[in-house]
């Protein structure tokens, strides 16, 4: 039997009594966003002012029912905006309609508190650019800050302050329709990208300085795992150990952190068990404590609410505490905070500072963006009429289209289908005249009747060549029922058009042929089971390829589709992806040659469904498969090779590049010190084109098993025909670092592999060198 001494019952009290005083602060301490005296004073006094309800009013958000992504939206939201009680409304557009709801809401609210005006402004307000997983394959980060800023040029103008983007979510499994949102597999790649996008849509020039009206706040989602989700089922629980969470996850949102970025957004998903909008750990350890982050939070849309279906509230009022508890500020439509924190209040459950924390982080933004000076700033007519499409902003759209389209195949160079050369062309399939999916889901201001399609693209570029088109559509795509979320899988494949297309295949020298998803087939709520082309379409190719013509296939999706038939039976693949307002004439001017591609996948195409989740970085297993040594009993399958069918990074262009002469400054890292690794580029082919060229590592040996490779550089270049080129990259402990087996983040010494690459699947130009003690 135990017998406590009297000194150790006091050690144990004031230990106990010590931790409730840590977490107490933990819950009730503000440290400002901006470290700014002068706001800090601004929030606090106005929070002194403040009653109970005026708190959880500012963090109570509605939706403007422009993209309800959910079943509820509420319908007193009229209700209180009159007790002001209203802190952001999204999705709403228009500046007449946003300047009458922030004049009701100065109207009604008694400290005359501006209301926060929030949208999804994913890939482009009104200039759509492509979707983001295709703009990521340009591996152009510079673009992507400034296609960012567009977008956040425009949105400013048109009343919209802060942008629930970017959207960072590693995601490995293309049955999840929200890959289309991200910047793929990679984890050194994404969080590249994430601090783009972040400085881009924030355009602040100093640090956390918005005092500019075309300035945003940005906001990392879906913290955390999102993409992680189990099948690809879109909001399915997260299970993953903290070392995968820590590697992959969490580092993109990390980066945006050192970004500057001002807010998070929660996922809908349980990470191990617990949701994340209730998930403490996230946003109190890893986030603040342990990130420093001292921007806002808010949920995902009905995410407090959906505590109550995860199974760890019982009711709306205890998952209100349980966010809050978790340290989320803002409620996205639940009203969870708005209707129940003040009896939790009352009631002792949360205490007020709890709420007056949330809430300074809300004011500090308000404050920061000046809209206590002017709430009406974010409305300019005259800088809306400047900006939104104007001439640059469409010449990027078209650029960033450019370099998003990825060429997959093209056996005997069969093209660019040169204007020059005299030439029949079957055109057929349904996105030669789809306008409507061009701009891909969130696109939810950009206007789908201005994008040009794939006919117009061809009828400009090609106009008095030698080239002629013979138009046929063979097929139509399949739809889905956004309400039941079930397709149109079982719709009767109508084959009425085949016949004709068939005969104009019959007619030509070559068949081009536009096919792939309809656009709300990828997004959110859009994970499928099966990802090959919907519908008939493969049917039709095959019927097509029975006349023995070339084809070129040209691919509009949101996701790395299974292409193992195309792949063998096409001569050329493009994917498009969904490439925005300026999709036909961007694919024109790769199909012509204008512009040579130059884009690689960021995410890698499996062979078929079962391959997944497939993705470059895995580990080699204690049974490795050996190609060269096939053997029984070695991690594989029996049915598909191990690889996948396009790996990550890869691409082709219309030129070829040789890669030659790696070589290493010298084969020992000392702690402190760095290498440099270079590789000769040279340009073998015709044109002038791009190369994205790659850096990977693997660790030979370390306290726990590492991938079998990591991209740790690239560099994209630009090469004349016949130029060579030599690319370096410098190697310090930070590239090699990892977390140890302890969880620790370090270098540990020992031998490592280099490749300078022109994909994941490239070992030509091999290096080795060995960090010493
Ligand atoms: C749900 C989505 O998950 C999120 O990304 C988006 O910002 C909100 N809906 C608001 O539209």
Redesign the pocket.
């Known amino acids: 039997m135990y017998n406590a001494t009297k000194f150790q019952l006091t050690v144990l009290a004031l230990l106990a009594l010590f931790s409730f005083q840590l977490h107490a602060q933990k819950n009730t301490s503000w440290k400002s966003y901006s470290g700014d005296p002068a706001i800090e004073k601004k929030v606090e006094s106005l929070l002194s002012k403040m009653t109970l309800d005026e708190k959880v009013g500012q963090m109570n958000q509605y ?1 403007g029912n422009f ?4 079943e509820v939206s509420s319908n007193r939201s009229g209700e209180y905006l009159k007790k002001g009680m209203i802190g952001s409304t ?2 709403v557009f228009g500046t007449d309609h946003l300047r009458m709801l922030q004049e009701q809401n100065m109207k009604y609210s008694r400290l005359k508190i501006p209301m926060l005006f929030a ?2 402004v ?1 890939h482009g307000l009104e200039t759509t650019f492509p979707i983001p997983l295709a703009e990521a394959c340009s591996w152009d980060l510079e673009l992507m800050e400034r296609t960012a800023r567009i977008a956040a040029e425009e949105a400013t103008a048109a009343g919209v302050a802060w942008n ?2 970017p ?1 960072i979510d590693v995601a490995r499994d293309p049955r999840w329709g ?1 890959v289309m ?1 991200g910047a793929g597999e990679d984890v050194y790649l994404s969080s590249l990208v994430a601090r783009a996008r972040v400085k881009g849509f924030q355009g602040i020039q100093s640090y956390k300085d918005f005092s500019k009206p075309n300035t945003m706040l940005a ?1 990392a ?2 913290f955390v795992g ?1 993409g992680a989700g189990q099948a690809g089922r879109d909001y399915h629980s997260v299970d993953m150990s903290e070392r995968t969470l820590r590697e992959t996850y969490l580092p993109p949102f990390k980066a945006t952190v050192d970004e500057g970025v001002a807010t998070f ?1 929660t ?2 998903n349980d990470l191990n068990g617990v949701p994340c909008t209730a998930n403490e750990y996230l946003y109190k350890d890893i986030l603040r404590d342990q990130w420093k982050f001292n921007g806002m939070v808010l949920t ?2 009905t995410a407090i609410m959906e505590l109550i279906a995860h199974g760890v509230a019982a009711d709306l009022k205890h998952a209100a505490q349980l966010a809050l508890d978790a340290g989320i500020d803002m409620d ?1 439509i639940s009203e969870a905070f708005v209707s129940h924190l003040a009896a939790l209040v009352k009631e002792g459950k949360v205490k007020e500072e709890q709420i007056d924390v949330a809430v300074a982080r809300i004011l500090e933004m308000k404050f920061l963006l000046g809209l206590f000076d002017d709430p009406y700033r974010y409305f300019d007519d005259e800088r809306e009429k400047k900006v939104i499409m104007n001439d640059e902003h469409i010449e990027v759209a078209r650029e960033a289209a450019q370099q998003s389209i990825v060429l997959l195949k093209n056996d005997n160079n069969i093209l660019p289908l040169k204007k020059n050369v005299a030439r029949k062309v079957a055109l057929i399939g349904p996105f030669v005249e789809e306008r409507n999916s061009l701009n891909g889901e969130w696109a939810i201001k950009g206007d789908r009747s201005k994008s040009v399609t794939l006919m117009e693209g061809l009828k400009e570029k090609y106009a008095g060549s030698a080239v002629q088109f013979d138009y046929a559509q063979g097929t139509t795509l399949p739809l889905i029922d956004r309400r039941t979320a079930h397709v149109s899988t079982n719709q009767v494949p109508d084959k009425s058009g085949f016949a004709e297309a068939i005969q104009k295949a019959k007619d030509s020298d070559v068949i081009l042929v536009a096919m792939g998803e309809n656009y709300h087939w990828s997004g ?1 709520a859009a994970s499928r089971t099966d990802i090959t082309l919907p519908g008939n379409q493969r049917q039709l190719l095959k019927e097509l390829k029975k006349t023995g013509k070339p084809i070129i296939l040209v691919l509009f999706n949101g996701r790395p589709l299974d292409l193992s038939w195309e792949d063998e039976n096409m001569d050329a693949i493009v994917e498009a992806w969904y490439p925005g307002l300026m999709s036909g004439h961007a694919v024109a001017d790769i199909l012509s040659g204008d512009y040579n591609p130059s884009a690689k996948l960021v995410m890698t195409f499996p062979r078929n469904v079962g391959q997944i989740p497939i993705f470059y970085n895995v580990k080699n297993t204690g049974r490795p498969f050996n190609p060269n040594k096939p053997a029984d009993y070695r991690s594989s399958y029996i049915d598909v090779p191990n690889t996948p069918l396009y790996p990550f990074g890869y691409g082709l262009s219309y030129t070829s590049f040789a890669y030659s002469n790696a070589r290493i400054s010298s084969e020992k890292l000392v702690p402190g010190g760095n290498i440099t690794v270079s590789v000769d580029v040279s340009n073998t082919g015709d044109m002038d084109g791009e190369e994205v060229v790659q850096l990977y590592i693997r660790d030979k040996v370390a306290s726990v098993a590492r991938p079998v490779k990591e991209l740790k550089g690239f560099e994209k270049i630009s090469l004349k025909k016949g130029e060579t080129r030599t690319v370096k990259f410098t190697i310090n402990e930070e590239t090699v670092s990892l977390y140890n087996i302890d969880m620790k983040w370090l270098a540990e010494p020992g031998e490592f592999d280099v490749w300078i690459a022109s994909s994941s699947d490239d070992e030509s130009q091999h290096l080795k060198f060995s960090l010493v003690e």
Do not use: L
């Open positions: 939706s993209a309800s992504t959910g999204f999705n949208a999804d994913i629930f983007a959207m929200r949102e906001c989602k879906h999102y957004m996922a809908f995902d849309y996205m959110e």
